[in-house]
Each structure stands twice: as C-alpha cells, then as structure tokens.
C-alpha cells in the first residue's frame, strides 16, 4: 500500500460526457502528480501541483483541468470526453517539489463507450 | 528534454534464470534515475533509484541495476528469478535540480515460466 488513495477504480462513460478522478496523496506529500497510461502511448505526465499551485504541465489536453485543495487533495476533471480518453489515470504523490521518488496510487480505469 | 527507450517490449525467463531488463536514457546532463514495477491492477512501485554516487544500486526484491554514463544506460539484474516477478518494469528518467516530472520508458513485460 503505497498510502496514495485513488477513486474511483473504474468508471465507465460516454462520449461527451464529464468525469471526475480524485486522489489523495501519502501523509504529508505536498507534492501530487496525474499521469495517464495507454496502451499506444505508455505512462504520460499531464501535470504536477505543488502545495496547491500548479508546478509542471505535460502531455495535458485542454478539455482535461486539475486542481490541488487546501488539504492537498487534488481532481482531474476530464471533459468532452473521447473514446480515445480511455485509459488508466494514475495519482502519484511525493514529498518535495522536486525530487523524483514517486507513489503511485492504484489507479482510475476510464472506459468511455 | 529527457526521454527513456526499454528496447525489449516483452521477455520470457525460466524460474531460477538471471535476468537483465535494457534501459536507455537521454538527458543532457546527469540525471535521476528509476526502475518501477507494476503488477496486475496496481499501481507502480519502485524498486531502486539512483541519485549520483555509487553506480551500482540495490532495490527492493533483490533488484540491482548499474547506471553507465558512457552508454546513457542504467539495466535493471536479478540473479535469480522468482514466479512473483512477473510483471511489467518500468524505466523513469527525471532531471536533477530542473524539472520535477518523470518521463517513463514503455515498459517491459516479464513472463516467468515454471
């Protein structure tokens, strides 16, 4: 248990339509992180919150938005969805602004039909 | 930009055989670099990492891996392989000092037959 809480696992939508992925990072990360794992396209980094502000942007789509809470909680919210939307989202958290050693959540698994 | 090539998509050991999983990076200057695994619907968890200093580290599950300056590579090596390793292996490349992300290689999948 790697103490990254994801939800939630699996969610199964329609094209057009809106979702929400929450994770909470370990006790005391400031630190979270999403990345989106396809099979065509491996694990890619869409963005990286520091202590509520945004500190990194990837791969992010503009339909696709996140936000870090008070608590440290952060949502990727995923808009307009594609079919080709579908993939697995993970939430990663670490410590520090800048180190490299992450946690990884278990993961969101997003079918859209 | 960093970037991470696993050139091996898929690898079949024998329970008991050595393994040796490639990885090659490309960044400009030294950098952080990490093995994860996932196993079935889990996440990712990491095995080693390597920050500077000695270029041979030890991980978790009796992984090592050897960071090579001069091939910009950094191959993950099990002696001895158990049935519980299958899974997939991921190699991450990330920047010191810089850039806070993370760039991972495509992974490789391990299938360990009995």
């Known amino acids: 248990d790697s103490g990254v809480t994801q939800t939630p696992k699996h969610l199964i939508t329609a094209t057009g339509q809106r979702v929400t992925l929450r994770c909470s990072p370990r006790?005391?990360?400031?630190?979270v992180y999403w990345y989106q794992q396809s099979l065509d396209q491996g694990l890619q980094f869409l963005i990286q919150y520091y202590n509520g502000e945004e500190r990194a942007k990837g791969n992010i789509l503009e339909r696709f938005s996140a936000q870090q809470f008070p608590d440290l909680h952060s949502e990727l919210n995923l808009s307009s969805l594609e079919l080709g939307d579908s993939a697995l989202y993970f939430c990663?958290?670490?410590?520090?602004?800048?180190?490299?050693?992450?946690?990884f959540g278990e993961g969101s698994r997003l079918t859209v039909l | 930009a960093q970037s991470v090539t696993q050139p091996d998509i898929h690898i079949t050991v024998s329970e008991g055989a050595s393994l040796e999983l490639r990885c090659n990076y490309s960044y400009g200057a030294t950098p952080y670099l990490f093995w994860y695994v996932q196993s079935p619907g889990q996440g990712l968890q990491l095995l080693l990492k390597y920050f500077s200093g000695d270029t041979l580290v030890q991980g978790i599950k009796g992984f090592e891996a050897e960071f090579k300056r001069s091939q910009s590579s950094f191959n993950l090596r099990k002696p001895s392989v158990h049935w519980s390793d299958a899974a997939e292996y991921f190699c991450a490349v990330g920047a010191q000092g810089g850039s806070e992300k993370l760039v991972f290689g495509k992974g490789t999948k391990l299938t360990v037959n009995p």
């Open positions: 006790s005391g990360d400031l630190s």
């Open positions: 990663a958290s670490s410590v520090g602004r800048n180190t490299g050693e992450l946690f």
